[in-house]
T-cell receptor, first 111, second 116 residues
């Protein structure tokens, strides 16, 4: 059982559609980060959320941290083929420095 | 220096051989992390350094694995007597040591290891 559960595992949509991916846990995280990873490359940091209830927007991407800091969501508006990739959430527990990752959501956006 | 670099990008080796990977972090970052990622999974933490001190090691890091950061700059990860189960992407990340929850980790492109 993973400490961070991501859903859905796979998502295949048409260009222009909206989507939401989820990252859930029973543990409280001091911070949570979202990354996007292309095949054969390392994860690229998209955003860090720290405060419960925090909402951050990055162009068409909206990130939310749950009030209890146990869950997070990523919403993409009007998806584009360039959004295709593996979306990973990663959290830090307490004062620990290591990141705990979910298994990821693989998104495919078709033209 | 615009990011974390890793070498080699790909390594194919035969079972039982030793391999060594190198990571060069972002120059002002004093923390350096190693993760391993297998197919269909997210990265898993292996170990991290603050300057030259290795501060935490995962139970995943068997005694065949050793990591060093001798001068607090680049780091090496060595795997001795490789096994097929070691086949994975080995990722390096770096971060600053201050900033609390905003100690964001930036990843390199990874080294893909294939053990035949």
């Amino acid at each position: 059982t993973q400490l961070l559960e991501q859903s859905p595992q796979f998502l295949s949509i048409q260009e222009g559609e909206n989507l939401t991916v989820y990252c859930n846990s029973s543990s409280v995280f001091s911070s949570l980060q979202w990354y996007r990873q292309e095949p054969g490359e390392g994860p690229v940091l998209l955003v860090t959320v720290v405060t419960g209830g925090e909402v951050k927007k990055l162009k068409r991407l909206t990130f939310q941290f749950g009030d209890a800091r146990k869950d997070s969501s990523l919403h993409i508006t009007a998806a584009q083929p360039g959004d295709t990739g593996l979306y990973l959430c990663a959290g830090r527990l307490g004062g620990y420095n290591k990141l705990i990752f979910g298994a990821g959501t693989r998104l495919a956006v078709h033209p | 220096d615009t990011g974390v670099s890793q070498n080699p990008r790909h390594k194919i080796t035969k079972r039982g051989q030793n391999v060594t990977f190198r990571c060069d972090p972002i120059s002002e970052h004093n923390r350096l992390y190693w993760y391993r990622q297998t197919l269909g999974q997210g990265p898993e933490f292996l170990t991290y350094f603050q300057n030259e001190a290795q501060l935490e090691k995962s139970r995943l890091l068997s005694d065949r694995f050793s990591a060093e950061r001798p001068k607090g700059s680049f780091s090496t990860l060595e795997i001795q007597r490789t096994e097929q189960g070691d086949s994975a992407m080995y990722l390096c990340a770096s971060s600053l040591a201050w900033g609390g929850a905003y100690n964001e980790q930036f990843f390199g492109p990874g080294t893909r290891l294939t053990v035949l």
